[in-house]
Structure formats: structure tokens, C-alpha cells
């Protein structure tokens, strides 16, 4: 059974810094390009960065970039986000997800098909 389980999340203060990992278990997903989304109350989940297969490439909202940092360890099966400078605003759910295909890279929602439960980020000014 395929699990996705983030961790790392919790309160900062605005300026401040966290980093999310998220562990896979039941398979492998080396081959797969894994993302970080979140979705705040009332909102629709939204992309934040996402990393190809090899962490060759990488991309980022526009919100976060210069802020965040996506990264992968495939020996471990994990993916990470760096978060510094957090603001207020980055205050959500953060999920992470892996692509629906091998190679293939996307920023939406529809392009992933696994997700885990979610850690809350919660950021105070």
C-alpha cells in the first residue's frame, strides 16, 4: 500500500523558517516528479514547487520563488521543501504529491495521483 506522510510542519513566526520532508512507502518513485502544494481555508489547493525525476528541474509559484526550495533524495524516497522567510499569507495545509507518469512534470492538481494527508503550516505576524 502506497503512503505518502509529511512531516515538519508547525507555528512560526513571520521571517522564519521550516522544513517539510515527505516519505513514500509501498514503492519506489524515483522515476516520478513529486510536488508541494497547500491549500489555506476557504481556498483551492494551490501548486508551490514541484521537482522532476532526477532534481534537475525545478519549478516554483511565483508567491514563493526566491523563498522556497524543493529538493529529493531518491535513495530515500523523499522529498523536502525549505521554507524561509515565511509570511503570514503562506499559512495553509501543505501537501505533497507525486506525478501520475514516469518523466512527466506538471503543476496542476490533476497531474498527481498520490497525496499525503497533509501538515499544517501556520505562520503569525
Known amino acids: 500500500q502506497v503512503q505518502l506522510v509529511e512531516s515538519g510542519g508547525g507555528l512560526v513566526q513571520a521571517g522564519g523558517s521550516l522544513r517539510l520532508s515527505c516519505a513514500a512507502s509501498g514503492r519506489s518513485f524515483s522515476m516520478y516528479a513529486k510536488a508541494w502544494f497547500r491549500q489555506a481555508p476557504g481556498k483551492e489547493r494551490e501548486f508551490v514547487a514541484a521537482?522532476?525525476?532526477?532534481?534537475?528541474?525545478?519549478y516554483y509559484a511565483d508567491s514563493v520563488k526566491g523563498r522556497f526550495t524543493i529538493s529529493r533524495d531518491n535513495a530515500k524516497n523523499t522529498v523536502f521543501l525549505q521554507m524561509n522567510s515565511l509570511k503570514p499569507e503562506d499559512t495553509a495545509v501543505y501537501y505533497c504529491?507525486?506525478?501520475?507518469?514516469?518523466?512527466?512534470?506538471?503543476?496542476?492538481?490533476?497531474?498527481?495521483?498520490?497525496w499525503g494527508q497533509g501538515t499544517q503550516v501556520t505562520v503569525s505576524s
Open positions: 521537482i522532476s525525476w532526477s532534481g534537475g528541474t525545478t
Open positions: 504529491a507525486v506525478h501520475r507518469t514516469t518523466l512527466g512534470i506538471g503543476l496542476g492538481v490533476q497531474d498527481y495521483n498520490y
